[in-house]
Structure formats: structure tokens, C-alpha cells
């Protein structure tokens, strides 16, 4: 039996993810001070920090958290801007409840991303910036497309860009330093394909597009096409890198010391040169006028493009390494299953532990999240979460990216929903997997939205969809069993999963969002509708799923979604009489393959509650 510390009721918690007192937080208020010294000092009348660090991560190493630092808002979206009168946050809809909590009490304005009547970064910072005034940032982590449209919106004002100098390096006077982990390599029998073998590939098509060269700043490209994983970031298996490639050489800049022997072995088997890490922009700057040089410019660092020659001409495209990287191999795809089996059945025997211990009173948010960590570390192949897990009950549930420490943390009683999103890192594979939990009496509300939900995840699991299909027309059909009882929810219904890398991976989205990228036969996406109530309990179910080919016929070819994730859905909170007896069936069908897949991986009660957990409705 597991001992809780004191907890907050639910309804009384402290913001999330943060510690008690950060209301009229006096060290807040001291940073945005200093910041605003020092733009004084640099006559700089706007500071942009963004999220993201000198390769556009979604998730950073601490070295370049600087927007957190600065403003306490935790979440892996979102944009301060400094003047020196005003300050502003932009962040999307997963953050706009943490985000508000975590800003309480400071004078930062919380700007929600892409809502009516809100202006972007970008024209706000117009607005604010005088004729002939000046914008500042770190050159490093602005994206040459971002600059670009920031430009643009400067223009009529004659605004000078100061870029070269990072101020957080004068007031962040503990700032860590850039991570330096160990580079190891990814076998061949995991990835399926040689790091000669992706290159050839990734050579074939710089010719088709007639480039010289291609640089590559995204880290999980240049750790899929050199079969390489690091951890200089949390949750992601990447590590700190650039690399150049061209018809003749290709060049990796990382601080080669930390290269383990087995992966510098295979490095220079395939005729892979090293140079350190800051050498990218020196050897941009000496590439011949002739250069014909791929780039994609929401990836690039303005600071890095601006070494780049004027006389050289730009490619500038998604990258090779990206669309390749999407679309999993066969060896990929087998060897995830055996990646996603081993990691449902962990979540069996978490699930089977829940049910049991929730009657004890003696759970929180916190150590749910600790014993499901226990569970999933239990296999010798286990690397890492993928992510922070999410365990929200009651009113936490509604906060989509929820992270729960010990101030803020519910204790969970026998009533109402638990939501649990949680995901691992194995070198076979990647996981990502939502389930919420009735933890005893539910309000018809409650069993409502968690029966819709799941009609709208069963809506986009049966799909049969045209090939050349984009995310956004497969985004309606799920959203349609929520827009039918006059519900939505303010996030994308699916992303793509990387294979032993990053959780969130792109180019596919399904998304209200356009994104020009067909989901294609051997891509991942995630199907994860939900439903959100501020201040009384969330929804969301998620699984995995693989893009296959279906049918062919007169009308084109056809293509269907299949499950990856293998792991009952909670079957308490459904209202039969609101589905359909197609759904019924979906449903039946799903829990009889879990139940096959994962009854040889159990062993004991874990068996007979998987039995029970899956019997058809």
C-alpha cells in the first residue's frame, strides 16, 4: 500500500505543473525586469523568445527552455514577447487552460493562438513597435519563414532585426549549458535499412530536384538517416546535430567525443565525415557560388541561413529525410508490433492494478504516474517515456498537456474519470496510447461524452479513405459524432509517431489545420478525439494506427486505418443505446484482437481481468 502526501481537493488545486506561490511570483517580476535592462542597454524595444531551439524541437533541452524561465508557463507551444511597457504569451488550444493558470498574477497577457479577434505575434508586434524602432531575438531559434513573415508585417515601419546576440545570456545567469549525452547507434536489425542505403535514397531525389547539397537541422531526420539515437533531449532519442550532404561527402557537425566506438565504427564505414558542431555556419559560408543548396525554411535558424552566400542558390522545400522518415519499412512495422504488444501488456497490468487500488483511497495523479512507470520499466527493452505522462482526474482531465506534481496533484476517489496519456521508448518502437478510467459512479454527463468520444475514435478507425487523402477531410469525419450533439474539442484529432524517436513527427497531420501532405500507405498517425469540461472532467481516447492499402477498383484505390496500439478501452462509461451496431462491432472486434495479442504476454489474475475487460458489449 503506497503512502500519498497532503492533496488537494479536487476544484482547490494549485495551478498545474507548478510549484504553490507562483502567484505575484517576485522573481517573475525581477527577470522581466532585467530583460527589459538589457533591451534598454541594446535599444531594443521588442524581445521574441520562442519555444523552440536552433533545430525548430518542439520539445528543447534545458538550455533553451528560456521561455519558461522567463514567463513560468511550462507547455512545448508558445511565443513571449517583451516591450517595455507590455508582455504577451501566444499559445495554441492544448495550453489555453494551463497557460492561463500559470500566468495568473503576472502582468503577461495570455494571446489564444487563432482564436476571432486575436492578433498574431507578428501583428502585434507591428502594432507595438514604433516607426524606425527595433526587434530583437536570438537569430539561433527564429525560423528563417518566421523572420520572413515578421518582415513582412514590419515593413512600412523601417524596423531594424537584431539577431546576433542572445540576451538571456546577460540576465539568465544559471542558464544550462547545451547537453553533450552519448551518441549510440540504432542496428540495422531494428531500422531495417543501412545508413548507405537512406542516403543512396536521400541522394536520388536531391538529384530529381537538381540541389548540390542539402543541410539538415531537424534532429530526427539526421538521427533516422544515420541510424543513430542520443538523449540530449528529454523523452526524444536525439542528439545535437547538423549534417551536410552532397553527391560526394556527406558531413555530420556534433561533438564527436561523445560518439560510442560501435557508432563511430559505422560512421566511417559508410564514408560519414565529422566536424565539430559550431563549424556549420563557417562551412556554409565557403559553399561555391555554384551551390545549388536544400534547405526547408521552417527549419533553418535565421542565424544559420544568414551565413549562407547570396550568390548560392536556394531549394527550399520540405526535406528528403522528412517524407522518407514517415513511412515506416516493413522491418519497422514488424518489429513495432512486437514493440506495441510488449508495451499493451504493461499497460494490462497497470490497468488491472488501477482498478484494484482505486477503492483504497490511497492514489493520487503522481504516484499513478510512478507505478505506471514501474510497469513499463519492468521490460529489459524499456529506454524512457516518450513523453510526460498525462494524469488528470476530474477537472484535470481537461487540461489537455497536464503534468502533475506533488502540490498540485488530486487525490482520486471512487467517482467520476481518470485520464491517463502516456507513451515509451523502445528501439522497436514508439508509443502513444490515451485511455480514461471510471473510477466508480459517473454523472450521465460524464458517460455521455466518454461514449461519444469513443464514436467519434471508432468513426475514424473504420474510415475508407481515397488515396491522396489529406488529414483535414479525415479531421471532419471524426469530429462528426461530437458536431452532431453540438461538442468539439481545440486540438488536432491525430499526429504522426516516430519509430524510436520523437512522439510527435510529421509531415502527416490530421488536423482542422491544411497541410498539403497525403497520408500514404506505411505512415503512423495517432486517432485521439476528446471532450474537455473546464473544472470538472476530461475525455480523450487514443491509439495509434497504420496507414495500409485497402481496396483498388474502377473509383482508384482505397486505403484504411489499422491499430497498432493493443489495449482495452474501458467499457463502463459507454451508453450501449448511443452507438450503433456498427460501432458495437468495431469495438467487439478490437477487444477480441487485444485479448488474442496480449494473453500469451500475461500471465495469472493480469489474464482474467483481461478476459473481463474485453468481453463483447
Same mark, same amino acid.
Given at each position: ?28 517580476? $525581477? ?48 511565443? =513571449? ?6 508582455? @504577451? ?25 487563432? /482564436? ?40 512600412? +515601419? ?9 540576451? =538571456? ?7 544550462? %549549458? ?20 537512406? &542516403? ?55 561533438? $564527436?567525443?561523445?560518439?560510442? &566506438?560501435? @557508432? ?18 563557417? !562551412? ?22 544568414? %551565413? ?28 513495432? +508490433? ?35 512507470? /514501474? ?49 515509451? /521508448? ?13 473510477? #466508480? ?5 460524464? +458517460? ?15 474510415? !475508407?479513405? +481515397? ?14 459524432? =461530437? ?13 504522426? &509517431? #516516430?519509430?524510436?524517436?520523437? &512522439? ?13 501532405? %497525403? ?37 482508384? $484505390? ?26 458495437? /462491432? ?32
Amino acid at each position: 500500500m503506497v503512502d500519498i502526501p497532503n492533496s488537494p481537493e479536487p476544484g482547490k488545486s494549485p495551478e498545474p505543473g507548478k510549484s504553490s506561490g507562483s502567484i505575484k511570483n517576485p522573481e517573475r517580476a $525581477k527577470k522581466l525586469q532585467d530583460l527589459r535592462e538589457a533591451m534598454a542597454t541594446h535599444r531594443i524595444d521588442a524581445w521574441i523568445i520562442p519555444s523552440s531551439d536552433a533545430h525548430n524541437s518542439e520539445y528543447v533541452a534545458p538550455h533553451w527552455q528560456g521561455r519558461a524561465w522567463l514567463s513560468g508557463f511550462t507547455g512545448s507551444a508558445g511565443t =513571449l514577447v517583451v516591450t517595455q511597457d507590455k508582455a @504577451a504569451l501566444w499559445t495554441d488550444g492544448r495550453y489555453f487552460i494551463q497557460a492561463s493558470e500559470q500566468l495568473a498574477g503576472s502582468e503577461i497577457t495570455l494571446m489564444k493562438d487563432g /482564436q476571432p479577434g486575436v492578433p498574431s505575434m507578428a501583428e502585434w508586434v507591428t502594432e507595438e513597435v514604433s516607426e524606425l524602432g527595433c526587434v530583437g531575438f536570438d537569430g539561433a531559434t527564429q525560423s528563417l519563414s518566421n523572420v520572413r513573415n515578421l518582415k513582412m508585417k514590419l515593413a512600412d +515601419k523601417s524596423v531594424t532585426l537584431k539577431f546576433d546576440h542572445d540576451l =538571456l545570456n546577460d540576465i539568465w545567469t544559471d542558464r544550462p %549549458a547545451l547537453p553533450a549525452e552519448p551518441v549510440f547507434i540504432h542496428e540495422d536489425f531494428y531500422s531495417g535499412r543501412s545508413l548507405t542505403e537512406k &542516403v543512396a535514397d536521400v541522394r536520388k531525389i536531391l538529384q530529381e530536384r537538381k540541389a548540390t547539397e542539402l543541410l539538415i537541422t531537424t534532429l530526427d531526420d539526421i538521427a533516422w538517416l544515420l541510424n543513430l539515437r542520443g538523449s540530449d533531449i528529454e523523452c526524444n532519442p536525439v542528439f545535437l546535430a547538423y549534417t551536410l550532404i552532397s553527391p560526394e561527402r556527406i558531413i555530420l557537425f556534433i561533438n $564527436k567525443e561523445r560518439i560510442e &566506438v560501435g @557508432a563511430l565504427a559505422a560512421l566511417a564505414k559508410a564514408g560519414v565525415e565529422l566536424a565539430d558542431y559550431d563549424e556549420i555556419s563557417r !562551412r556554409l559560408s565557403a559553399l561555391p557560388d555554384a551551390t545549388r543548396l536544400m534547405i526547408n525554411p521552417v527549419n533553418t535558424g535565421y542565424k544559420l541561413a544568414s %551565413a549562407i552566400p547570396a550568390s548560392i542558390s536556394l531549394v527550399e522545400d520540405r526535406l528528403p529525410t522528412t517524407d522518407l522518415k514517415a513511412i515506416k519499412n516493413s522491418t519497422e512495422i514488424s518489429r513495432m +508490433k512486437d514493440c506495441y504488444r510488449r508495451d499493451g501488456a504493461a499497460m494490462v497490468r497497470f490497468m488491472h492494478w488501477l482498478e484494484r487500488n482505486i477503492p483504497t483511497g490511497q492514489l493520487n495523479e503522481v504516484n499513478i504516474d510512478e507505478q505506471l512507470l /514501474q510497469f513499463r520499466s519492468e521490460s529489459e527493452y524499456f529506454k524512457g517515456v516518450s513523453f510526460p505522462s498525462i494524469v488528470g482526474y476530474a477537472g484535470h482531465g481537461a487540461i489537455c498537456h497536464y503534468r502533475a506534481d506533488e502540490a498540485s496533484a488530486y487525490p482520486v476517489k471512487s467517482n467520476g474519470l481518470l485520464l491517463i496519456d502516456s507513451g515509451a /521508448q523502445y528501439p522497436d518502437g514508439t508509443t502513444d496510447i490515451t485511455r480514461t478510467f471510471a473510477c #466508480g459512479e459517473m454523472t450521465d454527463e460524464e +458517460k455521455r461524452d466518454y461514449t461519444l468520444v469513443m464514436k467519434s475514435h471508432i468513426a475514424l478507425a473504420t474510415a !475508407r479513405f +481515397k488515396e491522396g487523402t489529406r488529414g483535414i477531410q479525415l479531421d471532419a469525419i471524426t469530429r462528426q459524432p =461530437l458536431w452532431s450533439a453540438g461538442i468539439d474539442f481545440n486540438h488536432g484529432t491525430g499526429h504522426g &509517431v #516516430g519509430y524510436f524517436l520523437n &512522439v510527435h513527427e510529421g509531415p502527416q497531420s490530421i488536423s482542422p489545420r491544411w497541410f498539403d501532405v %497525403a497520408l500514404k500507405p506505411g505512415m503512423l498517425v495517432t486517432n485521439e478525439p476528446g471532450v474537455y469540461r473546464d473544472n470538472k472532467h476530461g475525455v480523450r481516447l487514443e491509439n495509434i494506427m497504420l496507414v495500409a492499402d485497402d481496396i483498388e477498383n474502377e473509383f482508384g $484505390k482505397f486505403l484504411k486505418l489499422i491499430p497498432m496500439t493493443i489495449a482495452p478501452f474501458d467499457t463502463r462509461p459507454l451508453v450501449k443505446e448511443l452507438m450503433t451496431d456498427t460501432e458495437i /462491432q468495431w469495438l467487439n472486434e478490437y477487444h477480441k484482437m487485444v485479448r488474442e495479442e496480449l494473453s500469451r504476454e500475461l500471465i495469472g489474475e493480469d489474464v482474467e481481468w483481461l478476459r473481463e475487460a474485453t468481453n463483447p458489449l
